[in-house]
């Protein structure tokens, strides 16, 4: 049985704040000063060139009374939506701001991954904005310095729609407001700047006298309401006080604003004068009264927020992501999107150390996962929808073994030897053996046996050929059976091909797909199986002729396998096509001639011909300058920077690539530079692009630097200095930019591989589990190398006790 999602994810507590804040606000009435200002702001309301305004004063002038008068102004408009944010003493957390946004903005909501909510309230209604022919849009957000630091504000707000209206109101002089407008992601050419003055306390509510005057009762209330972030509900402030509200209360009601049987400050202004008068010790014993309550009840909502506040070390954060916080979370109205908020700044927080220890890692890996496994967590059967996230199929359970089994191998291979990495392998080779499909069991052994080797390597190989030996269609049992033969040793390997060939000719399959596995395979196995590949009819035996040839490198069997393929060359076959380029390295000269001349039966794919066989005919001393006049441009200078590390005079040829790539459009010449990025790099002659290179585009110039620290081991620790900071400038929008570099994540600064490690892992946290741990874009399995350069072996070993640890949790 399942419920379905709100359809405005604004928790009831939320909700709560905000009406509170609205009467107090909005019913109040405005003096001189304040409607000049009320004034003010209703003339930027016109300005269509000016989205953004900051009315900003003293703490004790009322800039949330005004924010709020123009706001129910704007909404007797039907020309206007308006909508009030009132950032408060019980609403200050990202969390909290992220659902009453959605729930102001989009009053159509039905659900989504809570991490969307955050783009969407961006994306869909700020920076778009209302359509033609729907109200204008005024959002006030007031008292925004309650949430620092708190809340990441210019994801929000760095751009809108033209029919878009932000106001913030906050503390301070004009010097303030400027500088919040960087903060708050504003455009300080097109924000209005209003100020209001100072006004005295209302008598009785000057909040000094009142804490100077109030009995022990009072002021422990006081204390209490001005460090807590949320309404505390009157049972909680008894089992606080250790006494009913009522004698506090007395004294102090110009103070406290009694809603629904919670209470909080009246004003910010009043909470922060009280905040600010508390000594050290007063402080610090309110907040552990508030944490000493019930888990399930305010430490649950707001432990993360104080242990921020109070610098607490990590390992406090740890109670933030286990079973336990979240089933707290899931009793309560806010849900899931609590949760995930905690889980967010808890990794935030990990990453942050430095040098990162394996501690750290390990909550940080263990907070992604989590929330991969939240965002999983619809598609179960047998629970409801966390709130915030839309109901999908929940047919089958999160069942990623071999996914688990991918990232726990990848972990594993980066380590060391030692009892450390033999533990994670064994976890590794049990989720394999855990996989329900057997292609998928056997090709985890396998990656298991190619890692270990030896023996231990050889039994995992038995064991993934019996496993793929229970493959019911019989091409795909003898295609595994090709591919597992280089892992055994070379008599098993011959019997196994021997055996995979015969299924092939049984079942009608080709027995020229050897030619798809073989290159890997031994020496002794490749010369075993010639006289096996002779026997086979037609191209497949011209295939399976030239895979076995370019294993052992004999020239003889080259030439013989060559002469098959030239027997079977066919214009429409794309797999001789590809079996005569996989030949090309090792042709002797009068075959290189003799390909050439295949070539052109090729049509539009000669070109890729060419370009492998120029190099090969030059390292054989034939120039090639007839083939290479028959390239294209972009194809000729491939083949030339190919042809490097061969060269007789390498600075001829490097002229010649340069003269061609001057000469080249400029928006072809970064392409170009790309191609021949590798073949500079490799021969030692990565300074001959660098002034090019530094023309190019932020994007361009860390792709080439990329590629030239990928191919020149000398200069890659330099190269990867200057690529680093490029990929986190492009951040979290393209993580994939990052993710490229993280294979030299050796030569990483700390300070630049911790901040990669945060952006990336937001990226897999953003996920759903299985794509998390080993899909297509960013993974754990891709991570490996990033976590070893900041955690060594203890690190890796930790990151693979959380994928296991987490599937536990959520299986």
Known sequence: MTTPPPRIPAPAPIERACRCAWDEASCAKLDTEEHTALAALGRWLDEPDLPYAILHGPRSSRRAVVAAHLVRASQESPARTAQLAPIGTDLRLERDLVALLTSRLRADYVGGPPRLLRTRISEEHLRVGPTEGEPSLLLAITDVEEAEPLVAWPALFSAVGPRVKVLATVEGDDAAARAWIQRLGFDPARTRIHPLPARPWPAPGDPAELLATAGAASAKLLGLLSVAYGRLREDEITAALGAPIDGALAGIEPLVAAFEGTYAFRSNAARREVEERLDRGARDASIRRLLSLPPDGYPCAYARAHLEQAAAPLQAFAALVTEEHLARWMARPEGCLGFVADLERVRRRAVEPLPMGHEATALAVRAALVEASMNSYADREDHEAPVGVEPMIRETPIADERDQARALTALGAAMTAGPARAEVLAWAADAARRTPAAEFRGDGLLSLAEIVGGETGYAFAREALATYRTTEKAEDRAHQLLFVAKWLPPEEGIAVVREALAVLRDSGGDPGDLDLFADRYPRAVAEALWPEAEALPGPARARALAALARGPGDPERVRAAFAAVEQHVNPYDLLMQRTLAE?????????????????????????????????????????????????????????????????????????????????????????????????????????????????????????????LARHDPAHAPEFTRQALPLALRFGADEPSRLLDLVPLARHFPPEGAAAALGILLDAVADEYRGAALAGDGVTLVKLAPLIAALAGDDGLAGAAREVVQVAAWFP
């Open 583 to 707: 030949l090309v390295p090792f042709l002797d000269a009068p075959e290189a001639r003799r390909a050439a001349a295949l070539a052109p039966q090729f049509g539009e794919r000669a070109a890729e011909l060419l370009e492998s066989l120029i190099p090969r005919l030059r390292a054989l001393g034939d120039p090639a300058e007839d083939l290479l006049e028959t390239l294209p441009e972009a194809a000729r200078v491939r083949a030339l920077a190919r042809s490097l590390p061969f060269a007789a005079e390498p600075a001829r040829l490097l002229a010649r690539i340069d003269e061609a790539i001057q000469q080249a459009e400029p928006r072809e010449r970064g392409w170009m530079l790309f191609d021949v990025c590798p073949w500079f790099a490799a021969t030692g002659h990565s300074d001959a692009l660098l002034a090019e290179v530094a023309l190019l585009s932020d994007g361009g110039r860390l792709t080439a630097l990329g590629i």
